[in-house]
């Protein structure tokens, strides 16, 4: 596995890289009011940098490197190319490959290069519910 983000729906909404951060951090921006949540994830292999938007807001912006991660494992990790994405409990309602929109299945893994075509993620989980993605 190259790594994932997760998102802990508190007040105020945290993430957390996996194999790079060993806490949650604070969002960049709050998130949009709105209760159903768009998300997209990119992650570009210059860097590597994740990108995280929120209704088209920029809420991540994330260079994996050193001197942002505390965990030894992020270079081995994040510098693989990402070709599968698996959703485990708690995932969001629907995610959208080029498509159109379909519902997650818990544990499956499906085919999305990461690097290629961004994830778009939807989900109405709101802010303060403390439900982790």
Known sequence: DAGGINFLFSDPPKYKVQNCM??????????PGHVTKVWIIVKQRAGPQ??????????????????????DQWSTRWNREV???????GAPDFYKP???????QN???IDNDL???????KTDIEVGSNKVV
């Open 115 to 121: 690097e290629s075509f961004p994830l778009k993620l």
């Open 22 to 31: 060993r806490n949650l951090a604070p969002l960049n921006e709050d998130l």
């Open 50 to 71: 994740i990108k995280v938007f929120c209704n088209m807001k920029l809420v991540v912006d994330l260079s994996v490197k050193s001197t942002s991660c505390d965990l």
């Open 83 to 89: 070709t599968r994405v698996t959703f485990d409990d």
């Open 107 to 109: 544990n499956v893994k």
């Open 98 to 104: 080029a498509s159109g929109w379909k519902q997650v």
